[in-house]
């Protein structure tokens, strides 16, 4: 089982996380071309695909180390 600190730190997970939000905030507010819509939507897309891979570390059983 690998633990979250050998690969992204509390840090890497918050400013992900606050990236995914000013892409939601950016693309709700609508003042955006269309074309950076589908770049915005992107990042975030691989954003969350990086985040859901780094958090999903196994069965979900909370082990003491």
Not at 1 to 21: F, G, N, P, Y
Not at 33 to 41: P, W
């Amino acid at each position: 089982v690998q633990t979250l600190s050998e690969h992204m730190t509390d840090t890497d997970i918050a400013d992900k996380t606050d990236r995914i939000k000013a892409i939601i905030a950016q693309l709700e507010a609508g003042d955006v071309s269309l074309e950076r819509a589908t770049e915005l939507k992107e990042e975030g897309d691989e954003l969350l695909e990086e985040l859901e891979a780094e958090l999903d570390l196994g069965d979900g059983e909370v082990r003491e180390q």
